[in-house]
């Protein structure tokens, strides 16, 4: 009986773990140090638990297929009968001459299999299947094979700036878009080809301070704190605007902002809605309204859900303060549809309209960006970024709770820049949803991130085949990875590329598994190196053997300046967060950063670009410049530098790992763009940034 009951056992959970293995969910994986690592049983139940368990099986069609131009269009159809076919394109209601683009036909299956025609051009396609009373749909993705990209020869650099950091003459205590243009401008006239920012997704109105751009609200609306208020012509218009503004309290309020250091997030979000809302009863234009309206028809509901969001929590954040989000409202308003949501929607009408309005204004004005950038002649132009999920508590969540797993969240594992995980806290798509939904989902952020973008960074692209989701409640080290469809999810970002003529940059940074960086690689998308991290057995990777295909940087948001790297503030600066488990993890540490300074400062002297080895305690201008000078003759197609180290600014913008220990996305830069561009420190790295770019490093 005791072998018996072993046995039986044995078999229950081999057959768990098979039913784990068939959800996607991985049972090792390979760490930073290049180690197979398991994930436990009890690990992975839990990441099972946390998915949906609907399952669409058994039907004649699946959701969705995925196929990359001139393969073959083979459709398997599930079950066995006689079926009648048509095909027609997802805008064939557009299109004037009737069977233009349609096919259509009759199939016994299983005996033959679908073959749709191999003159499809690329683009999305409706298959419906007929079988007496019954149908059937699916839609058909025919995808290029590689992402839209610039031409090869092209060497291009630009300015990769954090919006919210940046000042201008009128700015009121953030940057907004009119500063973007004055970034573009800057940088254009210089010969940029390109402005890169931080993800512009809409963030909460109602709570200011949850600043994090990679934690939005969503991803398909933007936000609205990045108004230029004195660009709106209503405010410009309403007497009572402009009385407002002119009183000394207002003007006071406006250079206290201006003056900060820091983004005081909840006071300038309090002076620009209480501006924008005096704006607002000023709307009265026949054409902006008639215009207005066509943005509203155009967007649809989405739009709306996001300005009901809106209104609501900010009405529910005046009654409790604690109100950060959906799932800390009362039980009646968790639920968009519910009655008291409907109530208050009919009864709040002009809010709701207002904070339309208010996206209204922030596409307005990000387009009139992206038409500057066009109309300066940059290559590129715009450069956005696409965060890799949503926050917990925003409005996707609230509109999805099926296609987003609110029982788990993802995050990274343990490795030696974050020993102890990291836990994003946003809840992940599940894949197995998102395919039953046709991959709409992905779709539609893609379109609302490519719109206004000529170049597009992919945060976290290895999150096209898998993530680190972690249980809720849980550490980062008891998550586990969960497969994605890469295949399928890489073609679509290829199609959607290449109709808005929008480069992708994968950021591939942490664990790249090696299944997919030869997939990036054939679909045409950029990479992402950070001289920090470009190392090869023999030192650092020396310019000429940075792979073409690909944007080089000196840094990214996430690490610590030119400065703040040489001399060490970050790991003076994690020391004092707790960011390291014991003294032994920081030592390791501030060895490697000194072999790395060394070896560094090694090649720079070989390569002519310094005369002698530098100070190894602090950063010269001399050592600045060359640094920019290597990195801008890599053999990257694209290179991004930022202001801070124009700006001698020693301290991140942002500490992984942390929340409140750390004002994260608030560091102002000390000055101006224009400034930095002409001072004398600014000037030697922009020449030294055209001489990298338009030559090679000099022999030794």
Not at 252 to 274: F, G, I, M, N, P
Not at 324 to 331: L, N
Request: charged letters at 25%.
């Amino acid at each position: 009986m005791e072998k018996t009951f072993h046995t039986g056992a044995a078999e229950c959970e081999a057959r768990e773990r098979r039913r784990y293995d068939s959800a996607g969910i991985a049972r090792d994986y390979v760490n930073a140090a290049g180690k197979r690592e398991s994930i436990s049983d009890a690990s992975r139940q839990k990441l099972y638990e946390a998915m949906s368990q609907e399952r669409l099986d058994g039907d004649a069609l699946s959701p969705v297929y995925v196929f990359r131009q001139r393969e073959s269009y083979s459709v398997t159809i599930n079950s066995p009968g006689l079926y009648q076919w048509r095909l027609r394109p997802e805008d064939y209601a557009d299109r004037s001459a009737d069977g233009d683009g349609r096919y259509e036909g009759e199939l016994l299956a299983p005996s033959l299999a679908l073959s749709l025609p191999g003159s499809l051009a690329c683009g999305y396609y409706h298959l419906t299947l007929r079988a007496g009373a019954q149908f059937w749909h699916s839609r058909i993705v025919i995808a290029p094979h590689r992402c839209f990209e610039r031409p090869p020869n092209e060497k291009l650099w630009g300015m990769c700036v954090q919006l919210y950091t940046l000042r201008s003459e009128e700015d009121w205590g953030i940057g907004d878009f009119s500063t973007l243009k004055d970034a573009l401008y800057q940088t254009a006239r210089r010969g940029g080809a390109f402005v890169g920012v931080n993800p512009l997704h809409a963030l909460y109105p109602a709570v200011p301070e949850n600043a994090s751009p990679y934690s939005p609200s969503s991803r398909t609306a933007l936000n609205v704190i990045y108004i230029d208020v004195l660009s709106v012509p209503e405010f410009r218009a309403s007497a009572a605007a402009q009385r407002w503004w002119q009183e000394e309290v207002t003007q006071c309020e406006w250079r206290r902002l201006r003056s900060t250091d820091s983004v005081d997030y909840s006071a300038v979000a309090a002076l620009k809605l209480h501006a924008l809302r005096l704006a607002w009863q000023a709307f009265s234009d026949t054409a902006r309204q008639q215009a207005f309206q066509r943005f509203q028809d155009e967007r649809g509901e989405s739009l709306i859900r996001q300005a009901e969001f809106d209104a609501l929590h900010e009405h529910l954040k005046q009654q409790n303060a604690n109100a950060w989000g959906w799932p800390v409202w009362p039980d009646a308003y968790r639920q968009p549809n519910s009655d008291a949501v409907r109530q208050f929607v009919k009864a709040h009408q002009d809010d709701v309209q207002f904070y339309v309005w208010l996206q209204w204004l922030a596409h307005q004005q990000l387009g009139e960006c992206f038409t500057l950038s066009r109309r300066l002649g940059m290559a590129v132009g715009l450069y956005g970024d696409l965060a890799v999920g949503v926050a917990e508590g925003g409005v996707q969540t609230w509109c999805d709770r099926t296609l987003y797993r609110l029982k788990a969240s993802i995050g990274a594992p343990p490795d030696p820049l974050g020993p102890q995980g990291q836990n994003w806290g946003l809840p992940p798509m599940d894949p197995h949803v998102l395919r039953q939904r046709a991959y709409s989902p992905f779709i539609d952020v893609l379109r609302a991130n490519m719109r206004y973008f000529g170049a597009l960074r992919v945060d976290h692209v290895m999150s096209l085949l898998r993530l680190w989701w972690i249980p809720y409640g849980e550490t980062a080290s008891a998550g586990g990875y969960v497969n994605y469809p890469l295949d399928d999810l890489l073609a679509i970002l290829a199609l959607e590329s290449q109709r808005h003529r929008c480069a992708i940059i994968g950021e591939d940074l942490g664990i790249v598994p090696p299944e997919i960086v030869q997939k990036l690689r054939e679909a045409g998308v950029l990479s992402y190196k950070v001289l920090y991290f470009e190392q090869q057995s023999d030192g650092f990777r020396p310019p000429e053997r940075y792979f073409p295909q690909s944007l080089a940087t000196p840094t990214t948001h996430d690490l610590p300046t030119l400065i703040g790297y040489w001399q060490k503030g970050d790991l003076i600066l994690g020391e004092s967060l707790g960011i390291y488990p014991d003294a032994d993890v920081l030592t390791s540490l501030q060895r490697a950063r000194d072999d790395d300074k060394r070896a560094l400062a090694k090649l720079l002297v070989e390569r002519g670009l310094l005369a002698e080895l530098p100070s190894f305690d602090t950063m010269t201008d001399g050592l600045n410049t060359a640094l920019h000078r290597f990195v801008a003759s890599t053999s990257s197609q694209m290179v991004g530098i930022q202001p801070e180290d124009w700006l001698r600014v020693a301290t991140p913008v942002n500490v992984p790992g942390t929340s409140d220990q750390y004002p994260n996305w608030r560091r102002r830069l000390p000055a101006s763009l224009a400034y930095a561009f002409e001072s004398p420190l600014g000037q030697k790295l922009l020449e030294a940034v055209q001489q990298g770019r338009e030559g090679s490093v000099p022999d030794a």
